[in-house]
């Protein structure tokens, strides 16, 4: 329980990254282009066509939801709660291939380390790619 409310302590109080502000503008446009129903003329399509966006759309549509003032946080604790049951999924994977006990240990090392959750996005994107 500890682990949760610091990790939506940290997706709240960090700021935002290099390529965020990029994703956040990539999933809207893509939001648009789908509502449009393929009429919306300033996204070209092709130009992504190895990278589908689909994290990048789920996520605007959920973040559109708050307010504009708070829409980088929004989108951390989005990706927080991904994170987090992707950690929870593995975890009961892990406990049916062995004990609770390593099960247990593996949440730990996987909640506290930065190759997980500082990658989530990217581990969602490639998620993505390999389902198109």
């Not at 709240?12 to 282009?33: A, F």
Request: aromatic share 22%; hydrophobic share 40%.
């Amino acid at each position: 329980m500890i682990q949760i409310i610091f990790g939506l302590y940290c997706a709240l109080t960090i700021g935002i990254s290099y390529d965020e502000i990029y994703h956040h503008e990539s999933g809207e446009r893509r939001l648009k282009y789908l509502f449009s129903l393929g009429q919306f003329d300033y996204y070209n399509v092709l130009k992504l066509k190895y990278y589908s966006g689909l994290y990048d759309t789920l996520s605007y549509l959920i973040v559109s939801i708050f307010p504009r003032n708070y829409v980088y946080e929004a989108h951390h604790v989005v990706n927080f709660l991904v994170g987090i049951s992707g950690l929870i999924a593995l975890k009961k994977f892990v406990q049916i291939l062995c004990n609770k006990k390593i099960s247990d240990i593996f949440f730990l090392f996987s909640f506290f380390s930065p190759i997980y959750f500082g990658n989530v996005h990217d581990i969602n994107s490639v998620f993505d790619y390999y389902n198109n």
